[in-house]
């Protein structure tokens, strides 16, 4: 059975920090990227990860605060937020490729507020 799932989302305040997690299950993906979606605005892709190299990249706003990383033992993947800003605010989701085409996670919402 073909899972993708989110956690690792909630509330926090300006300059904090949260970890998401994807892990993956059922199949085994080439990359995964995580995107945001924030209310009234289109879907944009803020990093990702190749499962073989490791090699990363990032959405520019997001580079030096936002670290993606992988645990290919678990089929996992994580999205460590550092200094959080308002603008963060968003639901994430994560996206799995593999060589067939791609899943997507049901995504799961950050915000960051005082």
Do not use: H
């Not at 605060?65 to 089929?75: G, V």
């Amino acid at each position: 059975q073909v899972q993708l799932v989110e956690s690792g989302g909630g509330l926090v305040q300006p300059g904090g920090t949260l970890r998401l997690s994807c892990a993956a299950s059922g199949f085994t993906f080439s990359s995964m990227s995580w995107y945001r979606q924030a209310p009234g605005k289109e879907r944009e892709l803020v990093a990702t990860i190749t499962s073989s190299s490791g090699s990363t990249s990032y959405a520019d706003s997001v580079k030096g605060r936002f670290t993606i990383s992988r645990d290919n033992a678990k089929n996992t993947v994580y999205l460590q937020m550092n200094s959080l800003k308002p603008e963060d605010t968003a639901v994430y989701y994560c996206k799995a490729r593999y060589y067939l085409g791609a899943y997507w996670g049901q995504g799961i919402q950050v915000t960051v507020s005082s």
